[in-house]
C-alpha cells in the first residue's frame, strides 16, 4: 500500500477532494470560533447545510467541537441554514 | 451585587423586521434599560441591520439583528430569556456567557486589528461586523 491513508481505498485512481492535513484553526492559532463569523464557518458545512466530518476536512477534534458549537448557534440565529433551500 | 459575582454575556436578537427603524429603536432602549434595572453593565450594543434569514422564522424570511455585550449577575440569564419571551417582536435570540478564552481572543483580534488594519481575509462591511471571534460555554437559548 505503501502511502497509507492519502490515498483512499480507491487508490490513486480517484482525485481526493478537500483533504488536509492541518487543522486550519490550529494554523491560525484560533483560540476560539466566532458563531457570528458565518461565512467563515460556511466552509465547513455541507451543500445540504450539514457539518463535514473532521477526517474531511482535518480539523483537530479540539477545533472541531469549537466548530460544531459555533455552527449550531449560527443555525439557531437563522445565519446557516439546518437544511438548505435546494434540499427542501 | 458585589462586583465579583458578575460574569460576561453576550445576547443576540432578531426583531421582527417589519417594524420600522424608530420601534426597533424603542426596542433596543427598552432591551437596555431592563438590563440596567437588573443591575447590569452594558458594554455595547451593535445592529446588524436587516438581515436575511437562512430559513424562515415565523414565516418571515428577514429580520434585524441586534448584539449586546454586558455584564451582570448569573440570574441574568433566566430574567432575560423571560424578557425575550414576552416580547412579541422579538423573533429569535440567543444568549451567551462569554468565557475568558473568548474574552482573550476579543482582546487579541482587537489587538491584531488595530496594528494591521485590513489584515482579515473576508471583512465584511463595517457596520454590520461583529467585533471578532469569540465563542462560549455557558449558553442559554430558546426558540
Redesign the interface.
Known amino acids: 500500500m505503501g502511502r497509507g491513508r492519502t490515498t483512499g481505498r480507491g487508490g490513486p485512481r480517484g482525485q481526493q477532494i478537500r483533504k488536509k492535513r492541518v487543522c486550519r484553526f490550529c494554523e491560525s492559532k ?8 458565518e ?2 464557518l460556511q466552509r465547513f458545512i455541507s451543500e445540504q447545510g450539514r457539518i463535514i466530518p473532521k477526517r474531511i476536512t482535518g480539523t483537530c477534534s479540539r477545533h472541531q467541537r ?1 466548530l460544531v ?2 455552527i449550531k ?1 449560527a ?9 438548505s433551500e435546494a434540499v427542501k | 451585587m458585589n462586583q465579583q459575582s458578575k460574569r460576561s454575556y453576550e445576547t443576540i436578537f432578531i426583531v421582527n423586521a417589519t417594524l420600522d427603524d424608530a420601534q426597533i429603536e424603542h426596542l433596543i432602549e427598552k432591551l437596555k434599560e431592563f438590563l440596567v434595572k437588573q443591575g447590569s453593565d452594558i458594554q455595547s450594543v451593535e445592529s446588524w441591520g436587516r438581515k436575511r434569514l437562512a430559513y424562515s422564522i415565523q414565516k418571515k424570511n428577514n429580520g434585524f439583528y441586534v448584539l449586546c455585550e454586558f455584564s451582570a449577575g448569573p440570574e441574568i440569564g433566566a430574567k432575560l430569556e423571560r424578557y425575550y419571551a414576552l416580547e412579541e417582536n422579538v423573533i429569535r435570540f440567543l444568549i451567551v456567557q462569554l468565557t475568558d478564552k473568548a474574552l482573550r481572543a476579543r482582546r487579541e483580534k482587537a489587538a491584531a486589528e488595530t496594528e494591521t488594519p485590513g489584515d482579515e481575509p473576508a471583512k465584511p462591511l463595517p457596520k454590520t461586523t461583529p467585533p471578532a471571534a469569540d465563542n462560549a460555554d455557558g449558553e442559554n437559548n430558546a426558540a
Do not use: F, T
Open positions: 484560533e483560540v476560539y470560533i466566532d458563531y457570528k463569523n461565512k467563515k469549537m458549537q459555533a448557534r443555525r439557531h440565529l437563522a445565519l446557516l441554514p439546518y437544511v
